[in-house]
C-alpha cells in the first residue's frame, strides 16, 4: 500500500507547500507534473505511466481550463491505464460546465492552491469509500474493457453531500437514506450515498425494467411508496427494524396512498435496487471480492480465468483472495 493517501496531477508543475501542514492534515501527497504541452494524448499516456493507484486530484491553472475538461472526458470514458480520478483544483474564476456535468469533486483555488486541494483531499476521503490499491490497479489494467473502466471510474467519484433529489422530494429522501441505513448498512467510516444514486437511476429510467403488476412507473412508485412508509415511519433502529419487517410480511398499517400488500412489493423492488446500487460501486467489488468486471479487456491475451477453485486466486488477482492457484499448462 501506497504510503500517500492522495495523489496531485499538476498541469502547471508542483504544488508548493502541500505537504506544510499539520500533522493531522491529510496527506502527504504523492505529486505527478505533467506537461500541459503535451495535450490530450500525450497527458492519458503521461497519467498511466505514473501508475498512480491511490486517489487523485488534477489541478490545473487558469490557461488550461479547456484542456482539464477533455482530460476528464477522456479519463471517465474509460482511458487505458487511467483510474482514480477523485475531484480537480481549477486556479479559474468558475468550474467549467463540463466538469459540473460529470459532477466531479471540484474546487476553485480562490486563496491557496495548495491549502484549496487539501481541503478538497479532505472532503473526498470523508464524503466515500476508498478503492483499495490491488483493486485500482485491475481496473486501470488492460484486463477490464473500457466501457466497464468508464463506469466504475464515475461510479467511484464521492457523492456530494448537498445533492438535491431530481426525483424524489428532499423528505422522501431523508426517508430513503433512512431506509437505506437499515437495508445496506455500511459499517463504520465513509458511506456512497445509495439513496441519492438511486434518486438519481430512478429519474434517469435506468432501472431494470421490471415492476409488479399494477405498479405504477418507478418515479410514481418510489413516491408512493415513500409517502405510505412516511405514515408508520419510527425513530430509533429498532423501531424503524419492526416497522420494515411489517412492510416485508404484508402487515404494515392499511394507508390512503398504497395498500399493505402494494407497499410490501414496492419495498421488495426498493430493498433490491439499493442492494444492487451498493454492490455497483468498485470499493463494494472489493469488499465481496468480485473480479469478474475484470475477463473482458482489450489487451492482447486472453482475460478469462485460468484458476477455478476455492480459495485459489489467479497472478492478477488481489492476494486477499486466497493463495496463488496454479492452472494446467501454466508454469510457476
Not at 493507484?53 to 489541478?59: A, E, F, G, S, Y
Not at 455500511?186 to 432501472?207: H, N
Not at 411508496?225 to 402487515?251: H, S, T
Given at each position: 500500500?501506497?504510503?500517500?493517501?492522495?495523489?496531485?496531477?499538476?498541469?502547471?508543475?508542483?504544488?508548493?507547500?502541500?505537504?506544510?501542514?499539520?500533522?493531522?492534515?491529510?496527506?502527504?501527497?504523492?505529486?505527478?507534473?505533467?506537461?500541459?504541452?503535451?495535450?490530450?494524448?500525450?497527458?492519458?499516456?503521461?497519467?498511466?505511466?505514473?501508475?498512480?493507484?491511490?486517489?487523485?486530484?488534477?489541478?490545473?491553472?487558469?490557461?488550461?481550463?479547456?484542456?482539464?475538461?477533455?482530460?476528464?472526458?477522456?479519463?471517465?470514458?474509460?482511458?487505458?491505464?487511467?483510474?482514480?480520478?477523485?475531484?480537480?483544483?481549477?486556479?479559474?474564476?468558475?468550474?467549467p460546465e463540463g466538469i459540473r456535468a460529470h459532477e466531479v469533486p471540484a474546487a476553485l483555488a480562490t486563496d491557496d492552491l495548495a491549502a484549496a486541494v487539501r481541503r478538497l483531499a479532505a472532503d473526498i476521503a470523508a464524503w466515500g469509500p476508498r478503492v483499495p490499491e490491488s483493486w485500482?490497479?485491475?481496473?486501470?489494467?488492460?484486463?477490464?474493457?473500457?466501457?466497464?473502466?468508464?463506469?466504475?471510474?464515475?461510479?467511484?467519484?464521492?457523492?456530494?453531500?448537498?445533492?438535491?433529489?431530481?426525483?424524489?422530494?428532499?423528505?422522501?429522501?431523508?426517508?430513503?437514506?433512512?431506509?437505506?441505513?437499515?437495508?445496506?448498512?455500511?459499517?463504520?467510516?465513509?458511506?456512497?450515498?445509495?439513496?441519492?444514486?438511486?434518486?438519481?437511476?430512478?429519474?434517469?429510467?435506468?432501472?431494470?425494467?421490471?415492476?409488479?403488476?399494477?405498479?405504477?412507473?418507478?418515479?410514481?412508485?418510489?413516491?408512493?411508496?415513500?409517502?405510505?412508509?412516511?405514515?408508520?415511519?419510527?425513530?430509533?433502529?429498532?423501531?424503524?427494524?419492526?416497522?420494515?419487517?411489517?412492510?416485508?410480511?404484508?402487515?404494515?398499517?392499511?394507508?390512503?396512498?398504497?395498500?399493505?400488500?402494494?407497499?410490501?412489493?414496492?419495498?421488495?423492488?426498493?430493498?433490491?435496487?439499493?442492494?444492487?446500487?451498493?454492490?455497483?460501486?468498485?470499493?463494494?467489488?472489493?469488499?465481496?471480492?468480485?473480479?469478474?468486471?475484470?475477463?473482458?479487456?482489450?489487451?492482447?491475451?486472453?482475460?478469462?480465468?485460468?484458476?477455478?477453485?476455492?480459495?485459489?486466486?489467479?497472478?492478477?488477482?488481489?492476494?486477499?483472495?486466497?493463495?496463488?492457484?496454479?492452472?494446467?499448462g501454466r508454469t510457476e
Open positions: 500500500m501506497s504510503d500517500n493517501p492522495f495523489a496531485v496531477v499538476s498541469l502547471r508543475g508542483d504544488v508548493p507547500q502541500l505537504d506544510d501542514a499539520p500533522e493531522d492534515a491529510i496527506g502527504p501527497f504523492r505529486q505527478v507534473a505533467v506537461d500541459a504541452a503535451l495535450g490530450a494524448d500525450g497527458l492519458i499516456e503521461a497519467i498511466a505511466d505514473a501508475e498512480i493507484t491511490t486517489p487523485w486530484i488534477l489541478v490545473a491553472g487558469p490557461d488550461d481550463q479547456g484542456l482539464a475538461e477533455d482530460l476528464i472526458d477522456r479519463i471517465l470514458d474509460g482511458a487505458l491505464g487511467v483510474f482514480g480520478l477523485a475531484g480537480a483544483v481549477l486556479d479559474a474564476a468558475e468550474i485500482a490497479r485491475i481496473i486501470a489494467s488492460s484486463r477490464t474493457d473500457v466501457a466497464m473502466r468508464a463506469t466504475l471510474s464515475r461510479r467511484a467519484l464521492v457523492d456530494d453531500p448537498a445533492y438535491h433529489p431530481r426525483a424524489l422530494t428532499p423528505e422522501q429522501l431523508a426517508l430513503l437514506r433512512d431506509v437505506a441505513r437499515r437495508i445496506v448498512p455500511q459499517g463504520d467510516g465513509p458511506a456512497i450515498d445509495l439513496a441519492a444514486r438511486l434518486d438519481r437511476m430512478v429519474e434517469a429510467g435506468e432501472s431494470d425494467g421490471w415492476r409488479p403488476t399494477g405498479m405504477s412507473t418507478d418515479v410514481e412508485a418510489y413516491r408512493a411508496g415513500l409517502d405510505a412508509l412516511a405514515a408508520i415511519w419510527m425513530r430509533g433502529p429498532a423501531a424503524q427494524d419492526a416497522v420494515i419487517r411489517r412492510v416485508i410480511d404484508g402487515d404494515a398499517p392499511s394507508g390512503s396512498v398504497l395498500t399493505p400488500d402494494q407497499l410490501s412489493l414496492w419495498f421488495e423492488d426498493a430493498r433490491n435496487d439499493l442492494a444492487r446500487v451498493w454492490l455497483s460501486h468498485p470499493a463494494s467489488l472489493a469488499r465481496v471480492g468480485y473480479t469478474g468486471f475484470a475477463t473482458g479487456g482489450t489487451g492482447p491475451e486472453p482475460a478469462g480465468y485460468l484458476v477455478l477453485a476455492a480459495g485459489e486466486r489467479e497472478e492478477w488477482e488481489p492476494e486477499e483472495l486466497g493463495r496463488l492457484g496454479a492452472a494446467e
